[in-house]
């Protein structure tokens, strides 16, 4: 089986870009999940879909982010507008229906100038 | 709430020594424990996890972990480091719902 992938590996924005980010979650994954990584905040919980309904937009991040999960293999999230303190790594998980193990997609680096 | 606390942000080990990583959890009931691996430029995998039964898991890689409800421990451990063994590890613990809840990672040296 495909593991999760997340494209583009690598992004580069201006500030006040609209960018967006591709995951396609395992197939047949019943729960979606994403992610920010930074060293100082370590992992953040931005959204949560099971069974491609929304459970969770993550509180702080709702004004300029936005997921979306318009079929059961393929997960959006927007940044909008992108400032340069969203530099991190987003990273995507997805896990089977009924267990509670997330399996990460490799995860994409932005960097906005 | 639920929380995961690594109390160590770093952990230095010669290679073919022992190792042990340690993660203390906070959990209403009954937890479900997890440990992942992150290598640089790449994202999380899992390692092993524990579901409610023997304390003992055996992971990849010939890691294990054992959990322990008294001291409220998911320690994890390997009997002999290898050079590639180098990389961040998270413990995690099961919160509300399906969500995880992850620790700040302890990052592994290995001397050569």
């Known amino acids: 089986d495909a593991g999760v992938t997340q494209t583009p590996r690598h992004e580069v924005a201006e500030k006040g870009q609209t960018i967006i980010l591709k995951c396609e979650p395992v197939s047949g994954h019943n729960d979606l999940f994403w992610y920010r990584q930074t060293k100082i905040q370590g992992l953040e919980l931005l959204s949560y879909?099971?069974?491609?309904?929304?459970?969770?937009d993550g509180g702080a991040f709702k004004d300029r982010f936005k997921a979306e999960m318009l079929n059961s293999s393929f997960s959006t999230l927007k940044i909008q507008p992108t400032e340069p303190k969203d530099s991190a790594v987003y990273l995507c998980?997805?896990?089977?229906?009924?267990?509670?193990?997330?399996?990460f997609g490799p995860g994409t680096r932005l960097t906005v100038l | 709430a639920q929380s995961v606390t690594q109390p160590d942000a770093r952990v230095t080990v010669s290679e073919g020594a022992s190792l042990q990583l340690r993660c203390k959890y906070s959990y209403f009931g009954t937890p479900y424990l997890f440990w992942y691996v992150q290598y640089p430029r790449q994202g999380l995998q899992l390692l092993l996890k524990?579901?409610?039964?023997?304390?003992v898991v055996q992971g990849v890689n010939g890691f294990e972990a054992e959990f322990s409800k008294s001291n409220s421990s998911f320690h994890l451990r390997k009997a002999s480091v290898h050079w590639s063994d180098w990389a961040v590890y998270f413990c995690?613990?099961?919160?509300?719902?399906?969500?995880?809840?992850f620790g700040t990672g302890t990052s592994l040296l290995v001397d050569p």
């Open positions: 995690a613990v099961k919160g509300v719902g399906y969500k995880l809840t």
């Open positions: 879909f099971r069974s491609k309904s929304l459970m969770e």
């Open positions: 524990y579901y409610p039964g023997d304390p």
């Open positions: 998980a997805s896990s089977p229906a009924d267990f509670y193990e997330q399996y």
